[in-house]
């Protein structure tokens, strides 16, 4: 019997635009910005087709959390390949004082109803950058987990996985038994585009709505935004005569 893998994919600010603080300083600009699928999220969407198309996957299920916009974030995932979605709807607010925890706790208890093998995710969203909710998964669950994968492979049986992870150090392989919790890195594969006759039968797919309430998770914040700053602007270098100038400067600016 093949497996059943759920996916998570974020609806994130698309990756070229340019991000603008707001005037009240607690967040970005959010409001008339392109949004599309958080890039690792696409890269974990991929991998669960593909062993699907191995024959090591038998279903595909993607969730969602955010505002209704969500939706085209998981229709992009079902033109994609996916089975079907479930959307854990919320208002914009609720959505951005939301915790890698809040969204923890919605997938594992989805994981749990579903009778998932496989929980897949990007390794982190581009916009908050945590690289949290995968590591915390697991542990609500009680699962093994195997991040930054840049390659899987599912043994004949379907009970172990073997994952190649990106380690600061190089590369380490390791074997983990199933159900486990895997999170994709850049390099585990190439996202295919979804087709026009795939994008129209996403439209025919099933897609749940539910709460956070129906999952039984309280959304009350954790955190507090007390200020969203930009960046200095970087100060303009110095073209120096020679090394000894060099050392000058960078005594008189006490760097040395």
């Known amino acids: 019997m093949g497996l059943k893998v759920l996916v998570g994919v974020k609806r994130a600010i698309d990756y070229a635009v340019k991000i603008r603080v707001r005037p009240d300083k607690l967040g970005v600009v959010t409001d008339g910005i392109k949004h599309s699928m958080n890039p690792f999220d696409e890269i974990a969407v991929e991998e669960a087709i593909r062993l699907k198309e191995k024959k090591k996957v038998d279903e ?60 897949m995710l990007g390794k982190q969203a581009i916009d908050g950058d945590n690289a949290q909710t995968g590591q915390m998964t697991a542990g609500l669950l009680g699962w093994p987990q195997a991040t930054f994968a840049s390659e899987l492979k599912v043994n004949d049986s379907n009970a172990e996985a073997e994952v190649i992870r990106e380690v600061d150090g ?8 199933l159900p486990a919790v895997v999170t994709a ?19 025919k797919k099933p897609l749940k709505k539910v709460t956070p309430s129906d999952l039984g ?40």
């Open 185 to 203: 890195d850049l390099r585990l594969n190439e996202p295919r585009y979804a087709t026009l006759p795939n994008i129209m039968k996403a439209k």
């Open 217 to 256: 998770v309280d959304t009350t914040p954790r955190i507090q935004v007390v200020s969203v700053e930009d960046p200095p602007v970087r100060q303009a270098g110095q073209v120096v005569a020679d090394v000894s100038t060099l050392v000058e400067k960078l005594k008189s600016a006490g760097v040395i």
């Open 170 to 177: 190089g590369l380490q392989t390791i074997k983990l038994k």
């Open 60 to 119: 595909i299920i993607a969730f969602s959390c955010g505002p209704p916009q969500a939706q085209e974030t998981l229709r992009t995932a079902l033109a994609m390949g996916v089975d079907r979605a479930i959307h854990v709807e919320v208002d914009q607010p609720t959505h951005e004082n939301l915790s890698p925890l809040h969204i923890s706790k919605m997938i594992t208890k989805i994981a749990q109803d579903e009778k998932i093998d496989i929980v």
